[in-house]
């Protein structure tokens, strides 16, 4: 794939972007990589384009991932209660904990990771990533 340097450069502040969005609240980290990819379409930066859908298709399946974690955490919690069990992490409150800090930190390292493979030229695949949107978009989705 032949990148400009400028869309080179526009990939690897969309990360940063990202983040900075999420400093400001976490909702607009969901929301910002919709909004890049269409401003990046909208400019004709294609790898930039690419790079905000992987983080768009990223951010979609960790969300899904902790609303299904977050299930099976209250299912449990409430198996707990009812059969006056004590489940050693859930009981205790702090497997939600474990799994938001797990989830948020996966993601922010995919943020760096993305981050460094657009200054080289590469484009990282989440293993995380059910590559939702970029079957959607038309391209096949390519599995490791």
């Not at 707990?80 to 474990?98: F, M, N, Q, V």
């Not at 200054?119 to 490791?144: C, D, H, M, N, W």
């Given at each position: 794939m032949e990148t400009t340097r400028k869309d080179?450069?526009?990939?690897a502040a969309t990360p940063i972007l990202i983040f900075t969005?999420?400093?400001?609240?976490?909702?607009?980290?969901?929301?910002?990589?919709?909004?890049?990819?269409?401003i990046y379409r909208k400019i004709s930066a294609s790898y930039a384009q690419l790079t905000a859908l992987k983080i768009f298709d990223l951010s979609i399946s960790l969300l899904a991932l902790a609303f299904g974690l977050g299930l099976l955490n209250s299912a449990l919690l409430i198996v707990?209660?009812?059969?006056?069990?004590?489940?050693?992490?859930?009981?205790?409150?702090?497997?939600?904990?474990?799994i938001a800090i797990s989830l948020i930190g996966y993601y922010l390292a995919y943020l760096i990771i993305f981050t460094v493979s657009s200054?080289?030229?590469?484009?990282?695949?989440?293993?995380?990533?059910?590559?939702?949107?970029?079957?959607?978009?038309?391209?096949?989705?390519?599995?490791?």
């Open positions: 080179k450069y526009i990939s969005f999420g400093a400001i609240s976490p909702w607009a980290m969901l929301v910002a990589p919709a909004m890049l990819y269409f707990a209660h009812d059969g006056e069990l004590t489940i050693p992490l859930i009981s205790s409150g702090l497997s939600k904990y474990i200054f080289r030229q590469k484009i990282a695949s989440p293993y995380l990533s059910f590559k939702i949107f970029e079957s959607l978009r038309g391209k096949r989705a390519v599995t490791l």
